[in-house]
């Protein structure tokens, strides 16, 4: 069936050191790929995006890379901190639908002083 | 308003009970959503809005479950006959438009425990 799924379900990292989270998705028909960024006790927060015509899209600290051909969505976070500790999920939409959002399990990211 | 908000942010329930939970997407947001996200999992659709017609319940686990959204704005979910398996966080989460990839904001959410 349609999943999202990550490599890594918990990643630990020193401050100032580069981040990359990596998902695994397995509908190729989805045309739009999301992360967010959950902290205890909120909702998850909008981090950056992609669309399927695209390879890269860089954000302020944050990079998104697809590869359509392995199915394979990873984030980049330069410089960790620790206010970058939180879970991430990466989500797709599958086309066709009404924009409803398909999730991971999300990985946990630890950033250590 | 600020963001998408939602109410109660807790609420414990006895086995049986029937509960509402609510959600105030963004003021002008054409599209609202529902999700289920249980414990260190990843937020599961249940029901999408476009204004006040619902689009899409196929998230929906049973009959239990209810969503409306009367006048467009704000929208709520009902849960009668509450399970165990219930439990879990509600998000509700809010866009502007519909076009595909317009950006989705969520509340913070309701956890809901069925004791």
């Known amino acids: 069936g349609e999943s999202v799924g990550l490599h890594l379900p918990t990643l630990s990292v020193q401050e100032g050191d580069n981040s990359i989270i990596n998902c695994a998705y397995s509908n190729s028909a989805s045309d739009y790929f999301i992360w967010y960024k959950q902290e205890s006790g909120k909702g998850p927060q909008f981090i950056i995006d992609i669309r399927s015509n695209m390879d890269k899209r860089q954000g302020q600290r944050v990079t998104v890379l697809l590869n359509k051909t392995v199915k394979h969505l990873s984030l980049q976070i330069a410089a960790t901190q620790p206010g970058d500790s939180a879970v991430y999920f990466c989500?797709?939409?599958?086309?066709?639908?009404?924009?409803?959002?398909?999730f991971g399990a999300g990985t946990r990211l630890a950033v250590h002083p | 308003g600020a963001g998408v908000s939602q109410s109660p942010r807790y609420k414990v329930a006895k086995r049986g009970q029937d509960v509402a939970l609510r959600c105030d997407p963004i003021?002008?947001?054409?599209?609202l959503f529902w999700y289920q996200q249980a414990l260190g999992q990843g937020p599961e659709f249940l029901t999408y809005f476009q204004n006040e017609a619902q689009l899409d319940k196929s998230g929906l686990p049973s009959d239990r479950f209810f969503a409306e959204r009367p006048e467009g704005s704000v929208s709520t979910l009902k849960i009668q006959r509450t399970q165990q398996e219930d439990s879990a966080v509600y998000l509700c989460a809010s866009s502007y438009g519909t076009r595909s990839g317009e950006t989705q904001y969520f509340g913070p959410g309701t956890r809901l425990l069925v004791l």
């Open positions: 003021s002008g947001h054409v599209s």
């Open positions: 989500a797709e939409r599958p086309s066709g639908g009404y924009n409803k959002l398909i």
